[in-house]
């Protein structure tokens, strides 16, 4: 039996789900910080635990970490509180990365590790946006660069910046990062559309399936190099890829006008959303089969990450109208 673990406005609760015979059978655990006006469950790691955002009674942004029931609050330093641009994620090795903000310095990026936190900050930024963490803590994102105000991508490793501009580009965006210290992300050129790019051993290539118009990105790599993004069409539609061993796979959900993958594991299970005429679904796709994610009493579902393990992370709507 696989674990969907999302956020949302609620008492903790855990409940079950069943799917029909030929897919897969799940539990769902609501994870909803005590106290808080909503909660944003975004990264998980294999040992099952889980990062994410909360606002709290007062109205500021925090983030959180949860596991095995119990939920541990990321005391910032003082005066900071969470940037909700940047995404909160987790490594293996517990050490969690995301950004947050305060009045005097603006919005910057952390790690926290043991206990302690680094503020990641690459020369000549104004804003920082940290995106993904590898299992050795190397952590990617992307920067607001403040003589230009234009964005760059960038890698955290040891203590040490390297800038990541494709050539030619006008502005790059790095999202993932995988063992290997291969980055994925996007970039665009000037009055170009924006593409997908693959980052390895000091080379880019352009990642763009084909029949994309508008744009496209690569928003995962997993440690077999195995790749997942979007891509928009002419036709006004969006769907997904899988781009491995050098050929694209469309992902793209039965009956969806709007499909996104979000995240592959080793296993190269892929977890997004999708979307109808009606509603937004949070999706599995699996050896070429498509599972809905559709949590008791949620709407506007979306599954933003997969451990090792087939546990999935996410956050939906209450009907409420509260996440």
Known sequence: MKTKLL???????LFGAVFPADAATYTYTTIAVPGSNYTLAEGINDAGQVVGLYENNGGLPFAFSYSK??????????????NLSAQININKGSQIT????????????????GGNYTTINPPGSSTVYPTGINASGQIVGQYVNSSTQTDSGF????????????????????YNINKFGQIVGWYNVSGGPQT????SAGTYTTINPPGSALYSDVRSINDNGQMVGSFHLS????????????????????????????SI??????????????????????????TTIDPPGGIGVDATQINESGQIVGYYQGSNGTE
């Open 7 to 13: 956020g949302a406005i609620a008492s903790v609760a």
């Open 69 to 82: 029931g119990n939920y541990t609050p990321l005391n910032f330093p003082a005066g900071y509180v969470a």
């Open 98 to 113: 995301g950004g947050y903000a305060n009045s005097n310095s603006g919005s910057k990026g952390f790690l926290y590790s």
């Open 155 to 174: 890698l955290y490793s040891r203590g040490n910046y390297t800038s990541l501009n494709v050539p030619g580009a006008l502005q790059t965006g790095a």
């Open 196 to 199: 997908g790019f693959l980052y």
């Open 235 to 262: 036709s006004g539609s969006v769907q997904s890829f899988l781009f491995s061993q050098g050929i694209y796979t469309i992902i793209d959900f039965p009956g969806a006008i709007i499909t996104v993958a979000n």
């Open 265 to 290: 594991n080793n296993r190269g299970q892929i977890v997004g959303y999708y979307e109808t005429s009606v509603a937004e679904y949070g999706f599995v796709y699996s050896d070429g089969e498509y």
